[in-house]
């Protein structure tokens, strides 16, 4: 099995320096996220809901909830022989007991393995790993490719983290700073089964390509985005052969498609 980096306070400086060298090499960039559930939804289906309206739900529970995991895969490239390393980040902060979250969600962390107390006392400050995130020349260079699976929810935490704030509710400012921040090349892998027919969460659609998790457990950010990249490769070998096409880049599953 694959070891994931797992992150915490006292190793930060350590892993980003190590991120900063590996970060020359690689283009390609896949992310996860875990965080308390959604608390805010809408009485209508997804479907119904105009992009604008699914933007503003996904901002208003990333501006009230906290980001508890973020996986970070980074790989020299696409196909096979590629060199590809991942690192899971444990922020601090959350306290189930005291902060906005879906029990439910808190529950299915909890059945994973998830020790929200090692989190709440030994994890990362969002603000130092902001400051180490900005100066590790992944984000605001338009040499990388940045992937994951249905990312509204984890797209947004990101950009959160990155101003340090809560963001305007606005759909037009969101993906402006998704621009900004990752550039013209998000690929979405959610959008990306809806082109080709394909249902389910990550862990079905993984095992309909026959893609086998390599490391950890699911619903740690580091496992799942491993599978995610696996899961974005395997995409790639089998439907999009000749390349994936510069008009599937930033489709944001979740918020322009549902």
């Keep these: 099995m694959m070891a994931v980096r797992r992150v915490w306070n006292h190793n930060l400086e350590h892993e980003f320096a190590l991120i900063r060298d590996f970060a020359r090499y690689c283009p390609y960039i896949t992310i996860d996220t875990e965080y308390p559930g959604v608390v805010f939804e809408s009485p209508m289906h997804p479907r119904h809901l105009s992009p604008e309206q699914r933007c503003h739900l996904v901002i208003k529970n990333v501006n009230c909830l906290k980001l508890i995991q973020l996986g970070l895969t980074l790989s020299t490239s696409d196909s096979d022989g590629g ?6 980040f444990n922020f601090r902060g959350f306290n189930p007991l005291q902060d906005l979250n879906a029990p439910s969600s808190v529950e299915l962390l909890k059945s994973q393995g998830l020790d929200f107390w090692a989190n709440y006392n030994y994890g990362v400050d969002p603000q130092r790993f902001s400051a ?5 020349g992944l984000v605001c260079n338009p040499t990388k490719t940045w992937i994951g699976f249905h990312l509204a929810y984890d797209i ?3 950009v959160k983290v990155l101003i340090g704030r809560e963001f305007p509710n606005s759909m037009e400012t969101f993906l402006k700073l998704v621009r900004q921040y990752f ?32 490391a950890g457990h699911a619903h740690h950010a580091g496992s799942d985005s491993l599978l995610t990249w696996h899961t974005f490769r395997s995409m790639k070998a089998n439907f999009f052969r000749t390349g994936i096409e510069a008009t599937h880049a930033g489709i944001i599953f979740g918020i322009q498609e549902s």
Excluded: N, P, Q
């Design 132 to 136: 180490l995130l900005w100066s590790s």
């Design 156 to 158: 947004a935490y990101l």
């Design 83 to 88: 060199i590809f390393i991942t690192w899971e």
């Design 183 to 214: 550039g013209s090349r998000v690929y979405d892998i959610k959008y990306l089964c809806k082109l080709r027919g394909i249902c389910g969460g990550l862990e079905k659609v993984g095992s309909i390509l026959d893609v086998k998790r390599a």
